[in-house]
């Protein structure tokens, strides 16, 4: 017996190491179930920063564009009709109105963190007889490389965008079978074409990304899809990419402009994640409840067994609470110890996951952080588990008559 | 001042069920520091309950228990369980040693449950009272690696551990062949003598009965006779 050691803490040892397979055993129940639950909850986070980063490479969190055309259906006077049927407006390239005044609001909108002012639309790609639809988006790389970080992706070439160069994606030099300085031609619907000079080729790790965008310089976008001296779009990076669409929220609210969120363009993606997060939350919960009713039912046989040494104990001067204590400190030990070795065991996992969990390049397909506030939370979790678990037999066993206890 | 008083003391069980039954009809009793007195009477004439009672792990119906003058029915639980701590021993007829603890610790462990905390001073009386029912041998074996007369004698030395005023001995010796018996005996004759603790021991064997001082008989829960053992054996025959 240790000397600094309190009277509880003894019993409950000893009573733990006296019924020492039985100790084991749900130690090892507690661990294989409080490893579970670190696992799962660091998979799903890994995963769902794996895919938020993913899109946020190409995705502006927010982006402000020009409202919606409408068709206004004439009428001669008041009292006149409305058309039975109003055929709705086909919606043109154009500029957001005074998008300079927006831009500085919204560059002062709390939360935002970058804004970027684009012009883009549909053209073609040609070179020689390889011809592509493109996306063509103009730049000024000084304000977009801080929302989109395009020159993180530049994979040859150079960052810089003069007024003749183009970057382009890895999938559409494949497919026009460009490279740096070559030369690509753009044309629009309305018969605008420029040749560009192809000076850095990127990769966003998405094919459709990679073979449908080109970037060129804002005023040579602005010249080529005639939107002299405008914006077709304002593209917004925010310090919380969960928190676009409240920020959305709020810049509508001002303007006359429409602004989405990539919460509200993905909103499939985020029904599927909270579907995700919800069947992981409820099978962590069944497995926690399993563990709870593992070291209860434990307990329960323990007060069981040893109700006749309670009854001794008690009638030596051991006052109710202590014998409480007793077993509240074997079932907090119980959930403590296990997810230590939960949390060894869900280290091993993670491990193996890392090693085994590869592209065929050799990254790691996702990237599984072990989060140190995990392991810590599933221990504290564990013992709170424990502890309520142990509550029902501790109360029971400081209710024992000593009298029925000792003659049972 | 008595060690213990008992005034018109009644329990009873199933109180407000149609199987209510009294056990103990009024009983007077009173020990003064140092007796050593024997309960007897057949089976189911209250002895058990009435130990129950007098060791305040029981509550009567009606009637006064006083432990050195300190009246126990008032008391709340908490109260009660200290006052029975402090106070009173308890051997019965098994020794109910905690088989999870070494002998040295199971004596020990009264005095730990009152303080909280291990201390220097409790192993020192814990080894004290071992060498006293002459075990210091063994101290060291858990509850379950000794002898059934040997258990016993550490059953009596953890009974002894509060310096209690007041030590129930409910069959200690029940268990026990006749050896083994007077031995445990013995040791409660020698503590008694040399340190003044009171003893009350309830026992079917008149031969052991014969070795107390004062002899109570309950019978049907009333005491029929109470009076003193004028030519007391001390000693065992073997001793």
Redesign the interface.
């Known amino acids: 017996m240790n000397r600094i050691a309190f009277f509880e803490l003894i019993v409950a040892f000893r009573f733990m190491r006296e019924g020492l397979t039985q100790t084991f055993l749900i130690i090892l129940g507690v661990g294989l179930g409080g490893g579970v639950i670190i696992f799962m909850s660091a998979a799903l986070a890994g995963l769902e920063g794996n895919v938020v980063r993913r899109t946020l490479n190409f995705l502006a969190p927010i982006v402000i564009l020009p409202p919606d055309q409408v068709a206004r259906p004439l009428r001669a006077g008041p009292q006149d009709e409305f058309a039975a049927q109003v055929q709705p407006r086909s919606q043109q390239l154009r500029s957001i109105d005074q998008w300079q005044k927006i831009r500085d609001q919204v560059e002062r909108a709390p939360g935002v963190v970058a804004l970027a002012p684009v012009v883009s639309g549909p053209g073609f790609a040609l070179r020689g007889d390889a011809s592509r639809a493109v996306s063509i988006t103009g730049i000024e790389p000084e304000t977009y490389f801080r929302v989109i970080a395009l020159d993180e992706k530049i994979v040859a070439g150079r960052r810089d965008l003069g007024p003749t160069d183009i970057i382009i994606g890895i999938e559409l030099a494949k497919d026009l079978g460009a490279g740096i300085g070559d030369k690509v031609r753009l044309t629009t619907a309305t018969g605008a074409a420029t040749i560009f000079t192809v000076s850095g080729v990127f990769d966003f790790g998405n094919k459709g990304v990679n073979a449908g965008t080109v970037y060129i310089a804002l005023r040579s976008a602005q010249s080529l899809l005639d939107l002299i001296g405008g914006v077709s779009a304002m593209q917004v990076r925010v310090r919380d990419p969960f928190a676009a669409e409240r920020i959305a929220e709020s810049l509508r609210a001002g303007a006359a402009v429409k602004v989405d969120s990539w919460i509200r363009t993905n909103a499939e993606f985020f029904t599927a994640m909270a579907a995700q997060i919800m069947t992981n939350t409820l099978i962590r919960l069944f497995v926690g409840l399993t563990i709870a009713l593992g070291i209860a039912s434990v307990l329960v046989v323990s007060v069981i067994q040893k109700s006749r040494e309670i009854g001794i104990l008690r009638a030596m001067g051991t006052s109710r609470e202590q014998i409480l204590r007793v077993f509240l400190i074997q079932g907090g030990f119980m959930g403590l110890a296990g997810s230590v070795l939960g949390s060894l065991l869900a280290w091993g996992f993670l491990l193996l996951w890392r090693s085994v969990a590869r592209n065929a390049d050799g990254t790691p397909m996702f990237i599984i952080e072990m989060e140190p506030w995990l392991f810590m939370s599933a221990a504290v979790g564990s013992m709170l588990v424990g502890l309520l678990a142990a509550v029902v037999p501790a109360r029971r066993a400081a209710r024992l008559d000593p009298v029925v206890a000792i003659r049972s | 001042m008595e060690t213990l008083r008992l005034d018109g003391v009644h329990k009873s069980y199933g109180v407000g069920t149609p199987v209510e039954t009294e056990v103990l009809h009024g009983i007077d009793l009173a020990l003064g520091r140092g007796e050593f007195a024997a309960l007897v009477g057949p089976s189911g004439s209250g002895k058990s309950t009435l130990l129950?009672v007098i060791?305040l792990?029981?509550r009567p119906n009606g009637g006064r228990i006083l432990i050195e003058g300190r009246e126990a029915g008032i008391l709340d639980?908490?109260e009660l369980?200290?006052l029975?701590?402090?106070a009173i021993g308890?051997v019965?007829q098994h020794h109910?040693l905690?088989?999870?603890?070494t002998a040295l610790?199971n004596v020990m462990?009264?005095i730990?449950?009152?303080?909280?905390?291990?201390?220097?001073e409790m192993r020192e009386t814990a080894a004290l009272l071992l060498d006293r029912v002459g075990l210091t041998p063994w101290r060291d074996k858990k509850a379950t690696q000794i002898s059934g007369g040997q258990q016993q004698r550490v059953a009596i030395a953890?009974s002894l551990a509060?310096k209690p005023v007041l030590v129930l001995a409910d069959e200690p010796t029940g268990n026990l062949d006749t050896r083994s018996a007077d031995g445990v005996f013995d040791v409660l004759r020698e503590i008694n003598e040399t340190s003044g603790t009171t003893f009350l021991i309830v026992t079917h064997d008149p031969r052991l009965a014969q070795r107390c001082d004062r002899i109570v008989e309950l019978v049907d829960g009333r005491i029929v006779s109470d009076r003193p053992n004028r030519e007391v054996v001390r000693r065992s025959p073997a001793a």
Do not use: H
Request: glycine fraction near 10%.
């Open positions: 129950n060791g792990l029981d639980d908490a369980t200290r029975r701590g402090r308890f019965f109910y905690l088989p999870e603890f610790e462990m009264p730990l449950a009152a303080r909280g905390r291990l201390d220097e953890r509060m």
